[in-house]
């Protein structure tokens, strides 16, 4: 490993994002904004300043737009690569966002996930306007992460902050608690591969299961 470093006021990273087909520019998110590496070199240089910014995503098929979740700030949002960003928050009823997620096949459709009372929210309009799920299971706490399944997008997932892990089998309209298993339901980061599901808790350890999602 090589430490990259250089440019970063705050070193407190929260965040990677990176396009698969172009894996240059690189974006960081740390607990003072975004920042971006470009050309293959081992500088970082501010691209937005927002306050800790826990999550990345960048649009599959439209080149240079990008979503950044910041604990406070909301939702930023850049169309040009990061140049230039703007707060798409109309709707929102929590700021503390943690966690943005974008459909895989339509990216128009994004789910967020913020504090306490505020939950998961989604936008049908690539962030334009945002309204909270109907589903009171996914609105009462916290969102840390929330994860599309990519062979079947209408299944989603959220790790709660103290809730364990939620499913939705509608594409984010209802959801279900699925927490046999688990030892700990402070959840703190999710993973969704293949037919596979993981997740990682605060006092746990990591857990897996499978596609039928009956036992972590």
Known sequence: WTLYRTGLVSTFVRCLAVEPEHPDPLFCGTEDGVYLRTDGGVTWAQARSA???RSLAI???KTGVIYAGAY????WKSVNGGKNWSLVNLGL???LVRTVALHPSKPETLLAGAG???GIHRSLNGGLSWVQVPDTTATVGACVEIQYDRLDPLRVYAAELD???LRSADGGTTW???NRGLVSFRTRSLCVVDTLRYVGTEAGG???TTLNDTLW
């Open 93 to 95: 009823t929590n700021l």
């Open 59 to 61: 649009h599959p098929i």
């Open 72 to 75: 406070g700030d909301g939702v």
């Open 51 to 53: 306050p800790s910014v």
């Open 163 to 165: 809730r364990g892990v």
């Open 176 to 178: 279900a608690r699925i």
């Open 206 to 208: 990591a857990y897996f």
């Open 116 to 118: 306490t009372g505020g």
